[in-house]
């Protein structure tokens, strides 16, 4: 068992004060010299969204615009952004966490007064990421949702309490919002198995895939959450773990794995902390469908839409999945993942991740 | 007396009757419009007096509602008084005056003014109309005085002498059929334009339900009287030729021409008879219709010296601002009077603008907003026929937007004065001006030159409200951001003080 005992977020949450602090300083010196306080927060906008060839995900391209207290229509954002920065710096130091919503609702009390909408704050929150090279939930902003849950040899420690991920039930470990504050303690998994359906999270559960193939099993629930996204990239770097995806054979799948492998678009300046580049789709694929002769839906209008813009989509520019998009569109059918179960519930376990799993 | 010289020069035109059957013509068509003529020719004739005796003109005009349809109106004015046997005629016999016969700028050109409205209350309610007036020789005359329509002279019912230092005159006229309204057409508005365009004069104004307004004169000089001058051969008609033939002292018409218009010279009455055909060696008392008729038509194809422009007497731009000031409380006025031109060949006049934005300026009245157009002629309000008057027409067709005025909301209040010793009126109603191409160019220049003042003042305005705007906003969140960003360093707060100076680059107006 691998046990860790470097606590790496205290230093992330070290980090992130440190940058909150040093942008009130900045801004202090330049009021006290008369200068106006400005900030440079890398440009968000499409044209600034580059695929990275050698990381092989999204990244923000080297525009800027500059924020500046000098300019009459961005000072009112200024003054919000530090008292954005004011409390998040007071999340960090009492050690809380707060949703982007409640930060939202904490601003009704600002001397800025309130944000006229949330996707203003929000927008501000990304702001604040892009120029700190931080994410939110380095700042003590935490997403709504919970991620996935984890099945396997895991122990982790939130705040005061050691939770065994064998041993949390069969719904397993729940990935919280503040994950990066989560220490894991010991590892005895080789890698990471993540499925897009809980229905295969269950089935995998309960034929003790996790035994079988040492693995932890991760139930994604569809899209990845950030906190899920985060989770299988710190189970990469800090554990070593390769990771396994295992979608539906259809565009949504594909793309569910993508996101995971290469990030999102949108989330282009914060990519480096969530894309596991070496992250590994292992099906179902469309040669599977014809393989196995899995059970099959027909694609519908949508489906071949959404091929046909992954076919363009720089993340797809791999052999591998022009010809599995190519041969989709030929056969033009789909499977899900549970359709192995054609061939008995265990095939999946018995049969088809071995062959997989190498 | 000063009086007794004016009055001296009384002529007589026997068209009382005829006038009678054309009360519209006079003015007294409609309610509120007959209301307002009376209020007119009772004014005009006060401050007239007044001026003429060089006494700054105070004027107060009373309404009072006896029933339905049915007001008593007295105008009494601080001039030098009527002597008593001129009263029956002043205010009793129709086209008699002082000015018809002498080619002056005037308010009322006619002199048919204070009589017709003795004649309409007359005509209404079957009153004679009510008159006081003393020289100031310690005694008043009352008299009560009714037209004899088919004569053309002044019956006296009543007189009275009474005891008592005053000087001035006090007509009060019981009418019917009239109907009073604080509208654009009503006296109210009529006096407003009246003390607009009078700085020197004061009004004083009690409307039928008492409230009492009061135009107080923004100026204690007095107006440059207009001096009677000779017509210019270019803007004489053949009537008016006729009738100053049939007057004149002159043995021939050469010497009547060369006396009695100006710019007209012995040399150029070679010229004259040869384009003319008539005998000028005749007395003009001979002339006939035809002969000047034909004498018109020679002028008109000869060359003349531009007519003199002393006797027109503008208000001044200096006077205009003041009565528009003193009267609207504008936020910002301006005013120009234009240098002398000529229309038909040789009609002299003068076009006045003025320009006042904010304050009690703009459109007036309940629910209404944007442009008004206040029209004069010889400094006498306009305010009937509008819409045919080349006042109207020349500030409709000026493209108020690029002067940052929107004619339907912003408060704009546009002065235009036609000052002339012959305003080409439409009508005998005179409430507006012909289109002239002449006066409609000047007219035009006139107001661009005041709308583009206008627009500089706006758009200071704009700038400085931007400016102040842009000033609060610093001053709202840099504090803001000083504070915070000294909470997030964890140190003192900076002054903002000297940034805040840089940055918004204004000096705090406290005015604004």
Redesign the interface.
């Known amino acids: 068992m691998l046990t860790l005992t470097q606590r790496s977020e205290s230093r992330r949450v070290k980090r992130a004060e440190q940058k ?2 040093e ?3 900045d ?2 010196e330049r ?2 010299r ?4 400005k900030l440079s927060v890398p440009s968000r906008s499409t044209s600034n969204i580059i695929y990275d060839e050698k990381s092989g995900f999204y990244t923000l391209g080297d525009k800027f615009g500059m924020r500046s ?2 300019n ?1 229509r961005q ?2 954002k ?2 919000q952004m ?2 954005a ?2 409390f998040c ?1 007071s999340l960090i130091t009492s050690e809380k966490f707060a949703t982007l919503r409640e930060m939202y609702y904490t601003a009704e009390g600002w ?2 007064g309130s944000f006229s909408d949330q996707a203003e704050s929000n927008a501000l929150v990304e702001d604040m990421e892009a120029a700190f090279g931080l994410k939110r939930e380095d700042m003590g902003l935490m997403p709504e949702e919970d991620g996935a849950a984890v099945y396997g040899e895991l122990v982790v420690r939130e705040g005061d309490v050691r939770i065994d991920a064998t041993k949390a039930g069969r719904a397993g470990y729940t990935i919280p919002p503040t994950i990066d504050d989560v220490e894991f303690l010991k590892c005895g998994a080789k890698r990471v198995l993540a499925v897009e359906t809980m229905g295969m999270y269950h089935r995998l559960v309960q034929e003790e895939a996790w035994k079988k193939f040492n693995a932890l099993i991760v139930g994604l629930k569809g899209q990845a959450a950030r906190a899920t996204r985060r989770f299988l990239k710190r189970a990469n770097e800090e554990l070593g773990l390769p990771v396994h995806i295992f979608t539906d054979g259809d565009p949504f799948g594909f793309h569910i794995a993508m996101v995971i492998i290469s990030g999102s678009a949108k989330l282009a300046y914060i990519n480096h902390e969530l894309a596991v580049p070496n992250a590994e789709f292992i099906g179902v694929t469309a040669s599977d469908i014809v393989e196995y002769d899995l059970p099959t839906d027909k694609l519908k209008e949508c489906d071949i839409a959404r091929l046909k813009q992954l076919q363009k989509d720089p993340r797809y520019n791999s052999e591998f999945w022009q010809t599995e998009i190519k041969k989709m569109l030929e056969i033009g059918k789909k499977a899900e993942q549970q359709a192995f179960s054609k061939y008995g519930l265990d095939y999946v376990v018995n049969e088809y991740l071995p062959s997989k799993l190498h | 007396m000063l009086a007794k010289e004016i009055f001296r020069e009384f002529k007589e035109h026997s068209v009382s009757e005829f006038f009678r059957k054309n009360a519209a013509m006079l003015g007294y068509t409609g309610k509120i419009r007959s209301l307002t003529t009376i209020v007119h020719e009772g004014v005009t004739n006060g401050i007239d007096a007044a001026e003429e005796a060089g006494i700054l003109p105070s004027i107060l005009v009373a309404i009072k509602q006896i029933g339905p349809e049915h007001y008593r109106v007295v105008i009494e004015d601080n001039a030098s008084g009527i002597p008593k046997k001129f009263v029956p005629q002043v205010f009793g016999k129709m086209l008699a005056g002082t000015k018809l016969h002498r080619n002056v700028q005037n308010r009322g050109q006619q002199g048919i003014g204070v009589s017709g409205a003795t004649m309409f209350a007359q005509i209404t309610s079957g009153k004679p109309t009510k008159v006081l007036t003393s020289v100031g020789d310690g005694e008043i005359t009352q008299m009560e005085i009714m037209i004899d329509v088919n004569k053309n002279v002044g019956k006296v019912i009543g007189s009275k002498r009474l005891k008592e230092e005053w000087r001035g005159t006090r007509v009060e006229f019981e009418v019917k059929e009239v109907n009073y309204q604080r509208s654009r057409y009503g006296p109210f508005n009529y006096l407003r334009m009246t003390a607009i365009a009078n700085p020197h004069v004061r009004i004083t104004f009690v409307e039928p339900d008492g409230t009492l307004t009061i135009f107080e004169r923004a100026t204690e000089k007095m107006p440059k009287r207009p001096r009677p001058i000779p017509p210019h051969p270019w803007g004489i008609r053949s009537d008016d030729l006729l009738s100053l033939a049939k007057t004149s002292k002159a043995h021939t018409i050469a010497n009547f021409l060369a006396t009695e218009l100006s710019r007209v010279s012995k040399k150029k009455m070679g010229q004259i008879e040869r384009l003319s055909g008539v005998d000028l060696r005749k007395s003009p008392r001979e002339m006939t219709w035809e002969d000047a008729e034909r004498i018109v038509s020679a002028f008109k194809r000869m060359k003349f010296m531009s007519p003199p422009t002393k006797g027109l007497c503008p208000i001044g731009a200096k006077n205009i601002e003041r009565g528009m000031s003193q009267i609207l409380n504008p936020e910002f006025v301006y005013a120009v009077t234009r240098p002398p031109k000529v229309y038909r060949g040789g009609i002299p006049f003068i076009v006045e603008a003025g320009i006042a934005y904010g304050g009690d300026a703009g459109k007036q009245g309940e629910n209404s907003e944007g442009l008004e157009i206040i029209r004069f002629a010889n400094r006498a309000p306009l305010i009937f026929d509008q819409g045919g008057c080349v006042m109207t027409s020349a500030a409709r067709d000026v493209d108020w937007r690029r002067y940052g005025v929107n004619p339907n909301v912003t408060p704009v209040t546009l002065f235009l004065n036609i000052i002339s010793t012959h305003v080409p009126y439409t009508s005998a109603g005179k409430q507006s001006v012909a289109d002239e191409p002449e006066v409609y160019e000047e007219v035009r220049s006139a107001i661009m030159d005041v709308a583009r003042e206008l627009r500089r003042f706006l758009n200071r305005k704009i700038r400085r409200r931007e400016q102040m705007k ?1 000033a609060g ?2 001053e709202r ?2 504090p ?12 003192d ?4 003080g ?2 805040l100076e ?2 918004t680059g204004v000096d705090f107006d406290p005015e604004e």
């Open positions: 909150l602090r942008f009130g300083a801004v202090v009021i006290r008369v200068e106006p306080p207290a000098a009459v000072v009112k200024f003054a530090l008292c920065a004011d710096k001397e800025t | 842009r906003i610093f969140y840099l803001i951001i000083a504070k915070r960003a000294a909470n997030l360093a964890e140190t707060e900076p002054d903002v000297p940034l840089k940055v």
